[in-house]
């Protein structure tokens, strides 16, 4: 039984008990409803209310939404309980999230351990607090730090909560035996019964709705439940509690049926689930990783560096001259102090955790690393040599990690009499912000060094997702099949600013044009000249590119690419003269320009992603197709409410997806268009990707 009850002192104990974190699930309810009910039926001075495990109620059963609702209802349960005649305490530990701290706040005290952490977090799955945490919330902190507290979904600590009103007692062990002895004391006082709902309507002037709706509207650009959340704020200042309810209990319907909310709850278990790799024994050893060293002290070493310091481990930055580490540490002091700066860390742990990076341009002080990850600039060969020389270095067990954002890890294993302690480990830039993490799987890689490498990105606080060899793994192969169609828009008709504008109103971060600004168009241009001509592809998805670069337009780092930029700035100019080289370069391929609409853009570029997605997953590149939406989520800035370009697919409909992808290829030709055979399967079997890929277990 989820739920059990205990008199003691005629004190109710009713404690939780559903691993692993106690979720309101339709048992865990219908345990409450009863263990409540059978408490004030009785002759009980007060009810408590705790939870076994590592943590308090940290919401609803996600897993449970999209099946039909079963009584007893959370907000119906929750008002019953408020109802009850007697104290009610809730004893907090772990984190108290959504439906769970709602739950806190239908009590009528609230004790916790120091360490717990409250919050209403549903806004991270597209929807809003449904059970009464919009009316009772604001009631007890107010409208602004209510709005705070409810869209921005961040939990706050106990001391904050507390200084909120919303927690009475902190101790700092013994919760349960704490919470015990402090309703006894309410009992002896003579405390009242404390019911938030019953709290006048908070005040508010009328105008912070209107300021929060528009903040939210760049904030959180295009997504439902931040409005819906300020709507129902909104009606517990200007309605009864019950009609703010009723207010409440309609826009949380309206989430939850919702794409948005769909797609955020699809990216919450995808992201959990690409942390499990098939195959890989749960029990599998780790090896012990407490010394990185790290090879290359560019922006990505830089970046990669740290992430081992932040976690607490020995860092040696290794460069092949000090001018050069010198500059690589400059960099890394920056980024501390910039972190200081806004806030995000103190200046002493900013200047401990930075001292646990070392420099050195001596291999030798490599040997006693425990993890080595090479990041030096895209050349296979140099990337070779390198392994060669720590093969002879590194101690026996060293795991061997190469950044490589395309490379061939299999040949760089290869260079190594160890190539089982061989992995890739592709950070992306800034590696020291960036969550993504593709841990590339060579052929002979060892599962411990998988098994190892999976839980050390969890502890680099990194979003790791296995990736098979391929060029480009998982997300930058994908990534040219969505460079190419934006090019090709380019020089049929579309200027850089409205194929940006169209891909940021669909929902993605950044446009392409300012993506490849940003990464400098020099780099495709100098892979491109090691290339024989035919070897380049169709010149009509280069030629702009290949053409600013030669007017000395490098991007962003040049103060002009597709935009101009001022200096040390990334606002960004439309330049006329990009668009008289377009229209020129259009000509010389013969391309005759036409009209191209957003609508088109945006399937060109997203068709793309998925059709090439399709083949990976088909190819065992990516485990599942829910790993390429955290590769795109986390890495590419595609927009987590549309659940990544394959939950995307599925929202969309396979059948549909094709027959536009059959058009382009009529249109625009084979081959870049022929439908993947994964596809066409799935539309013939009438399957979703989601289906199918739980039939693959
Ligand atoms: N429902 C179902 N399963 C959940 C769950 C939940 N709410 N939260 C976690 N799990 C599973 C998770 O899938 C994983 O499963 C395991 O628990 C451990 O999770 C009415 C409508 C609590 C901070 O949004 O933020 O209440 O992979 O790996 O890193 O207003 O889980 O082991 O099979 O994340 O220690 C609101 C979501 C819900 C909180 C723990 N609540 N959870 O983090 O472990 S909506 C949330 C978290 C709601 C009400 C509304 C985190 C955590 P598996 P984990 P963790």
């Known amino acids: 039984m989820p739920v059990q009850l205990e008199i003691v002192d005629n004190i109710a104990l009713v404690t939780i008990d559903n691993p692993p974190v106690n979720a309101l699930s339709h048992a865990v309810r219908l345990g409450l409803q009863n263990a409540v009910r059978e408490a004030t039926a009785g002759a009980c001075e007060a009810i408590v209310i705790q939870c076994a495990g590592r943590t308090f109620v940290a919401g609803a059963d996600i897993k449970e939404f999209g099946q039909p609702p079963k009584d007893p209802w959370l907000p119906g349960l929750l008002e019953e309980i408020e109802a009850a005649k007697v104290p009610v305490v809730a004893a907090l530990h772990g984190t108290a999230l959504g439906g769970g701290f709602e739950l806190a706040l239908a009590s009528h005290y609230r004790i916790a351990l120091e360490d717990a952490q409250v919050g209403l977090p549903e806004v991270k799955l597209g929807l809003l607090p449904g059970a009464g945490g919009t009316q009772r919330l604001p009631r007890i902190v107010g409208v602004k730090a209510a709005l705070d507290l409810i869209t921005r979904g961040t939990p706050i600590d106990a001391k904050s909560a507390q200084v909120l009103g919303l927690v009475d007692e902190i101790v700092t062990s013994d919760l349960h035996e704490a919470a015990f002895e402090y309703a006894k004391k309410l009992v002896a006082a003579g405390a009242g019964i404390r019911r938030s709902s019953e709290l006048p309507a908070p005040e508010a002037d009328s105008a912070i709705f209107a300021e929060y709706r528009k903040q939210l509207a760049q904030r959180a650009r295009g997504q439902l439940a931040p409005q819906k959340i300020v709507d129902c704020v909104e009606a517990a200042v200007t309605l009864s509690f019950a009609d703010g309810m009723e207010t409440e209990r309609k826009a949380f319907m309206e989430c939850i049926a919702s794409s948005q909310s769909a797609g955020l709850r699809h990216m919450f278990f995808a992201e959990r689930e690409a942390g499990k790799v098939r195959g890989l024994a749960s029990d599998t050893p780790h090896r012990e990783v407490q010394k990185v060293g790290v090879i290359g002290a560019g922006t990505m070493g830089s970046g990669i560096a740290m992430n081992f310091a932040n976690a607490g481990m020995a860092v040696r930055l290794l460069e092949v001259n000090n001018e050069a580490l010198q500059k690589g540490l400059d960099t890394i002091a920056r980024n501390y102090a910039g972190g200081v700066k806004r806030g995000k860390m103190s200046e002493q742990d900013a200047n401990t955790t930075r001292e646990r990076i070392t420099g050195t341009t001596d291999y030798a002080d490599l040997a006693d690393a425990d993890l080595i990850v090479e990041a030096v600039y895209e050349n296979l060969e140099l990337k070779q040599d390198i392994f060669r020389r720590l093969d002879g270095i590194a101690k026996p067990g060293a795991i061997l990690a190469t950044n490589t954002s395309y490379q061939d890890v299999n040949k760089i294993a290869a260079a190594t009499g160890r190539p089982e302690d061989v992995i890739g480990l592709h950070f992306f830039s800034p590696a020291h912000i960036m969550k993504l993490l593709e841990v590339v799987r060579a052929d002979k890689t060892a599962d411990d060094v998988l098994a190892t490498c999976m839980a050390l990105a969890r502890r680099i606080r990194k979003v790791p997702v296995v990736a098979g060899v391929c060029y480009g793994f998982i997300g930058n192969r994908m990534l040219q099949h969505y460079g190419r169609e934006a090019q090709l828009c380019l020089i049929e008709g579309a200027t850089p600013d409205a194929i940006d504008t169209a891909m940021q109103q669909w929902g993605m ?96 570029l997203i068709y793309a992603l998925i059709n090439e997605g399709m083949r990976i997953v088909e190819e065992g590149i990516a485990q599942r197709p829910s790993d390429i939406d955290v590769v795109y989520v986390y890495g590419y800035g595609f927009p987590a409410y549309r659940g990544g370009p394959m939950h995307y697919a599925d929202t ?29 399967k799935l539309v013939r079997d009438d399957l979703s990707l989601a289906q199918w890929s739980a039939q693959q277990g």
């Open 652 to 680: 969309v409909g396979l059948k549909n997806v094709l027959a536009r992808i059959c058009e382009f290829r009529e249109r625009l030709g084979a081959e870049n268009w022929s439908p993947a055979p994964l596809l066409e």
């Open 509 to 604: 971060a950044m446009g392409p044009m300012r993506v490849f600004d940003l990464a400098g168009l020099d780099v495709g241009y100098k892979a491109r000249q090691g290339l024989a001509l035919e070897e380049r592809g169709d010149p009509k998805a280069y030629r702009v590119a290949d053409a600013l670069v030669e007017m000395g337009r490098l991007g962003q780092k040049s103060g002009a690419g597709f935009y101009t930029y001022d200096a040390g700035s990334r606002d960004y100019t439309v330049d006329p003269l990009v668009e008289e080289l377009i229209v020129k370069e259009a000509a010389a391929l013969n391309v005759e320009r036409r009209e191209i609409g957003a609508d088109e853009i945006v399937d060109r």
